[in-house]
């Protein structure tokens, strides 16, 4: 009934007029669509209950779309019309509200509704919008964009309020036009996220709907908008910065709609589409607060940051940034978890993203598109790989949920289906069930398990019911290992094997006990350090006065540096995060000790059964083969390796680590049947082979893999004490009967194992395939294959090459890659280049351990010419700049003496200054000529006149001789002044009005004392400041209208200031 007059209301416009009928309406609508179990009044975003959409009828939704929204836009801007409309929508599902903004944008914003429009339409007054709300936008959008030109970082406070006020009745119109400028400009983001503290609710709630349709979800024609550069490598400028724009905004407003832009995400990737990862990566590292689990790329990481990752949670975000912690809004990740596990959305998307993972690799481009670059592909594949392990380390974290890893548990399908069902390799599948895995095997080390077994609802060692279908011995589990290999698999690995192996973690294999330590110290200093600012006293005047030199060189005032010294809530802050990192640091130091040494305690004690036996060597083991060595199978390392090793090495620097230091347990525990040998060359086989099909992110895991397996190897290699203490006369030690015969090694290494010097050709052979195969990558002019072996070469350069044939043939092979003519390829040459000196500072380090002696002294006494050349070089060049710099000096002091040109004090005196101004005058200068003019003053001698240095003088007309030009000068004639030209062709300076001009300069002077105030008119008397001489005058300069012959008015000054100007006559008073 209401719906249509409601409607006519807003096309008229009259609805403006009634605000009080706009409220009452709002109410009535809150009151009916309000859950009865509702009860909350709060304007907060997240802290309501909405509606079933079901439940909500047609002639509702009409009157919304049509009346309730639209007419916001009609009414002046303020805050109390929104509030109301928002307390009636905030009970509606986000698809509804999404509906409603999206028809009150319908067709258009501002004038883009008119430009659609056919004159036809316009003649027959059908315009889809009606014309109030068309001008209402239109003024907005005006009064924000002059809003928009003027905002900074200074006027933050005022401008945002002022934004915000415009935005209240056109939220859309606002909100589009700012994601505009930040698709341009993305050093608007934070700025825009601060001017959005002013904006009502209704208004954050718009603001995300706009965001999501900029990213392409309002099935506009935004979303055909390209993603990607022309390359297909980077993202678009628009992308990127609404990526961040996305991070930042979620974070400082977290109760703000997520669901949509999540909805819209795993649509995206279900379509196999992975351009918008990068928003999902913004949202987890900004929002949620899991920036230090991100890494640029794994050829970034360095030493510290990997033993790091070694370690505890708080140890990994305390070394991800060298220290420097990001503030986190523990309200925003919580809101971005409760999302993500709602309707098991987050699992959805690991899902998804495990399948684009390997969808990247062999899916085929369309027929209108152009063949991607191998390089693009492995840039996704390795995208999708980030982000699929920050989002499962985001969503198995429960130190801010303590039951994030129930709902996890509640969410995720088994193991089994997730290899059949949804097609996941084994390796990832692994990875996604291993929290809840590890979490069953050490329940008890939580102390989840003391807990209820006091409380009675748990017997001892039973496993809550969320875990039952992850525990290793559950049939769920056991069953599904059969599918995840191959059948030939496990004739040569045992399940225990391979349940070990994918079970645990680089966290229940090492402890980085000394990175523990660092850190621990390094936080108690800051302790300190804050400390004796708060206490104050001597012990923190040096560190006062440091922050008040840093304040004060920031161009502070006193107030600001008064405050830099003053121990604030800041610094309380600060002390208590630190005080609360040190002593959860050391209880997670004690709890991974305490875990690494349970794991080594299990893994001793089922290690007779980690190692297949097969039947032939069973049935050998019968007639003569000796008991000792019935477990030495040759096809376990190459099974090993294929399904075990090399898949899961791939993976992230993480699993990488573990790889490497779980082979070295298994052999220091000395496992009967781990062939270490055997296995290390296959590994050797498979990372060569390796190099050829790598992404750059795999390029990095494998080198570190690589580098920490190979430190092993030199030693025993080069150490003979510590070939003899890990490897000699161990299982790892020994040889399968066709890898002695492949190498020619005699039987002896069967039973008691492989001799020092049949390791050593071993290793050589090893070295010969690794440095092969890097040149033949650097060789290659594929850029994938030259970028591969680059990164694991740059990782490995401290212990490979060791060997100076191998070492001088990859420096001759970078030589053509460090030319400057290589510039298609400019991220190679500068890898290149760098590589290059880290090897050739490892080579002079003495990393090249076989080098010979006389060569290794003959490259230095090169090297050491080489650095005499360069430095009587540079001494040459020092003499050279030394000589013309002389050579400058003794041009310049010539020009001195022929032009005249002098120091300031050092400048001779002019000689037609007036010498009463100075002691002792200069010498005067000869003649110009025999014939020179002659005046006589009115005391003394009779003077020559000469003329200016540089050449004639005269200042008169051609032909005037210097006597009339002197005599013009002087004023000689009627008044004693010749009049002269002001420059607009009257004659000034002569007559009466020059006698006026000196008698008003006279009664403008102070009077002396004893002076008398009034001096007769016309009066000759004369007064001098330099003494009673007053009988001779210097000459006016010419054109001066004020001049005169005044011996008064010459002595004020006019000698000293044309010795200034470095020229004659009396000077302008």
């Known amino acids: 009934v209401l719906k249509d007059p409601l409607s006519s209301l807003v096309k008229s416009g009259m609805i403006c007029r009634s605000q009080s009928l706009y409220v009452k309406m709002c109410r009535l609508y809150k009151t009916r669509l309000t859950p009865p179990s509702s009860s909350n009044t709060s304007n907060d975003i997240e802290s309501s209950e909405e509606m079933d959409p079901s439940s909500i009828d047609d002639d509702t939704l009409t009157v919304l779309s049509t009346f309730l929204v639209p007419s916001l836009s009609l009414f002046p801007s303020d805050t109390t019309l929104p509030a109301e409309l928002w307390a009636v929508l905030q009970n509606l599902h986000y698809t509804i509200r999404y509906k409603l903004y999206s028809s009150w944008r319908h067709p258009g914003l501002e004038k883009a509704t008119l430009r659609a429009l056919s004159p036809a339409a316009v003649r027959s007054g059908a315009v889809p919008k009606p014309l109030g709300i068309i001008e209402s936008e239109i003024d907005t959008g005006i009064a924000a964009r002059y809003v928009l030109k003027r905002i900074s970082k200074e006027n933050i406070a005022d401008k945002g309020r002022q934004l915000a006020k415009t935005s209240h009745n056109n939220p859309l119109v606002v909100f589009t036009d700012i994601l505009g400028k930040i698709e341009s400009y993305d050093n608007l983001i934070l700025m825009m996220v601060d001017t959005f503290e002013f904006v009502t609710p209704l208004g954050l709630d718009v603001m995300g709907y706009c965001l999501l349709v900029s990213l392409g979800g309002g099935g506009e024609a935004v979303g055909q908008r390209s993603r990607t550069k022309m390359g297909g490598l980077d993202t678009e400028q628009w992308l990127a910065s609404l990526e961040t724009f996305t991070g930042a905004f979620y974070k400082k407003f977290p109760s703000v709609e997520l669901r949509g832009i999540l909805v819209y995400l795993t649509r995206r990737f279900a379509a196999g589409q992975a351009s918008e990862l990068g928003v999902l990566r913004s949202l987890i590292k900004t929002a949620g607060g899991y920036g230090f689990v991100d890494y640029d790329s794994t050829a970034s990481l360095s030493d510290l940051q990997l033993d790091g990752r070694c370690g505890s949670r708080l140890l990994k975000r305390e070394t991800s940034s060298f220290g ?497 003519d290589n510039n298609a390829r400019p991220d190679i040459r500068a890898t290149a280049q760098g590589y290059s000196s880290q090897l050739t500072k490892a080579r002079d380090e003495g990393m090249w351990k076989e080098e010979n002696i006389a060569v290794t002294k003959a490259r230095q006494e090169r090297e050491k010419m080489k650095a005499e050349e360069r430095k009587k070089k540079l001494a040459k060049q020092h003499e050279d700049l030394k000589k013309e710099s002389e050579m400058i000096s003794r041009q310049l002091n010539d020009n001195n003496g022929r032009d005249g040109w002098r120091p300031r004090d050092d400048r001779p005196r002019q000689p037609w200054a007036d010498q009463r101004m100075h002691s002792r005058g200069p010498p005067p200068p000869p003649p110009l000529s025999a014939v020179a003019p002659k005046f006589t003053p009115k005391s003394g001698d009779p003077r020559e006149l000469h003329g200016r240095p540089g050449g004639d003088s005269s200042r008169g007309r051609p032909g005037m001789d210097r006597g009339e030009v002197w005599e013009r000068d002087r004023g000689v004639g009627g008044s004693g002044i010749r009049p002269s030209n002001d420059g607009r062709g009257r004659q000034v300076g002569g007559g009466e009005s020059s006698s006026r001009g000196i008698e008003r300069r006279k009664r403008s002077r102070s009077p002396e004392p004893g002076e008398d105030t009034e001096p007769l008119r016309g009066s000759t008397q004369k007064r001098s400041r330099g003494g009673e001489r007053g009988d001779w005058a210097a000459p006016h300069r010419r054109g001066d209208p004020s001049g005169s012959s005044d011996p008064q008015q010459s002595s004020r000054g006019g000698a000293r200031r044309s010795d200034r100007r470095g020229g004659g006559g009396s000077s302008r008073y």
Not at 393 to 409: I, R, V
Not at 621 to 641: E, H, L, Q, R, V
């Open 324 to 820: 420097v912690v990001d503030d986190i809004n523990r309200r925003a990740s919580q809101r971005l978890r409760s999302v993500l596990q709602g309707d098991d959305l987050g699992v959805i998307i690991l899902i998804l993203l495990s399948q684009l993972r390997s969808k990247a690799l062999y899916s085929k481009p369309s027929s209108n598109t152009v063949k991607e670059h191998v390089k693009v592909i492995g840039s996704t594949y390795d995208d999708c790989e980030a982000v699929l392990c920050l989002l499962l380390e985001y969503l198995s974290d429960t130190s801010m949920d303590s039951k994030a890893k129930e709902k996890f548990a509640n969410s995720l399908p088994s193991l089994g289906h997730l290899h059949q069902k949804y097609g996941i390799d084994a390796a990832v599948a692994w990875m996604l069930c291993r929290p809840l895995v590890r979490k069953s095997m050490f329940y008890m080390d939580d102390g989840k398990l003391l807990a209820a077994s006091k409380s009675g609802s748990l017997s001892p060692g039973e496993p809550p019911a969320y875990l039952k279908p992850f525990t290793t011995s559950s049939p769920e589990m056991t069953t599904s290992y059969q599918s995840l290999l191959p059948s030939a698999a496990w004739e040569n690995i045992t399940p225990t094997m391979f349940e070990t192996f994918y079970s645990l973690a680089i966290y229940d294999m090492v402890c980085p006990e000394e990175r523990y330590n660092i850190d621990i110290d390094r936080l108690k200093k800051e302790c300190e350090r804050l400390t004796q600012l708060q206490t104050g006293g001597a012990a923190a005047r040096g560190q006062m006065s440091v922050l008040a030199a840093a304040a004060a060189a920031a161009g502070g005032n006193y107030e600001q540096v008064r405050r830099a010294t003053a121990f604030t809530k800041t610094h309380a802050a600060e002390l208590d995060r630190l005080k609360r990192n040190v002593d959860q640091l050391s209880k997670d130091f004690q709890r991974q000790k305490k875990r690494c040494g349970l794991v080594l305690e299990k893994l001793k004690g089922k290690k007779e059964s980690l190692i297949v036996e097969s039947e032939k060597l069973k049935e050998e083991a019968d007639g003569t083969t000796p008991s000792n060595n019935i477990k030495n199978n040759s096809k376990f390392a190459p099974a090993f390796t294929t399904f075990c090793i090399y898949p899961r090495c791939l993976l992230s620097p993480e699993d990488s680590l573990y790889c490497a230091h779980f082979v070295k347990l298994l052999h220091k525990i000395r496992v009967p049947g781990f062939l270490t040998i055997e296995l290390i060359d296959n590994i050797v086989n498979a990372v060569t082979g390796s190099f050829y099909c790598m992404t750059e992110d795999e390029a990095g895991n494998c080198s570190i893999f690589l580098n920490e397996l190979w430190k092993c190897v030199n030693a025993w290699r080069y150490d003979n004490d510590t070939f003899a203490s890990e490897l000699k006369d161990t299982p790892g030690s020994q040889l399968s009967k066709a890898f002695a015969e492949e190498h020619g090694i005699e039987t002896h290494s069967l039973t008691s194992g492989i001799t020092h010097d049949d390791y050593k050709a071993i290793y050589s052979q090893w070295h010969h395939k690794i440095g092969s195969a890097a040149i033949g990558c650097l060789q290659s002019s594929e850029y994938m294959h030259t970028r591969a072996a680059l990164i694991v070469l740059s990782r490995i350069v401290q212990v490979f090459p060791t060997q100076p044939k191998a070492g001088d043939r990859i420096l001759k092979t970078l030589v053509p890659l460090q030319g400057d």
